[in-house]
Nanobody
Framework: QVQLVESGGGLVQAGGSLRLSCAAS????????MGWFRQTPGKEREFVAAITWSGSTTSYVDSVKGRFTISRDNADNTVYLQMMSLKLEDTAVYYC?????????????????WGQGTQVTVSS
């Protein structure tokens, strides 16, 4: 059974940084794409970033390009999201996603397995 456990969220001032982690377990994730989504109350879950199993390809939503970096450590089955220059609008619950499908599907929340989420709050 696939389990994803996020950590690293918290309260940070605008302009600050946070690093989210997602530890995956329950199977071998060779070939799986992994990524991050976020959600605020009353809104749909939004794609943030994704990475292929090899790490050679990444994808980001335009609003975080140049500020967020996704990476993964396959030895530990962990994916990271380094968030810098945080803005008020980055406030959300951040969810980790893992799926066997191609990274091109990662823009959609329709597939894969989810963690429980971690709250990121950016204050002014």
């Amino acid at each position: 059974q696939v389990q994803l456990v996020e950590s690293g969220g918290g309260l940070v001032q605008a302009g600050g940084s946070l690093r989210l982690s997602c530890a995956a377990s329950g199977r071998t994730f060779t070939g799986w794409s992994m990524g991050w989504f976020r959600q605020t109350p009353g809104k749909e879950r939004e794609f943030v970033a994704a990475i292929t199993w090899s790490g050679s390809t990444t994808s980001y939503v335009d609003s975080v390009k140049g500020r967020f970096t996704i990476s993964r450590d396959n030895a530990d089955n962990t994916v990271y999201l380094q968030m810098m220059s945080l803005k008020l609008e980055d406030t959300a619950v951040y969810y980790c996603n893992a799926r066997p499908q191609s990274i091109v599907t990662m823009s959609s929340p329709r597939f894969g397995f989810w963690g429980q989420g971690t709250q990121v709050t950016v204050s002014s």
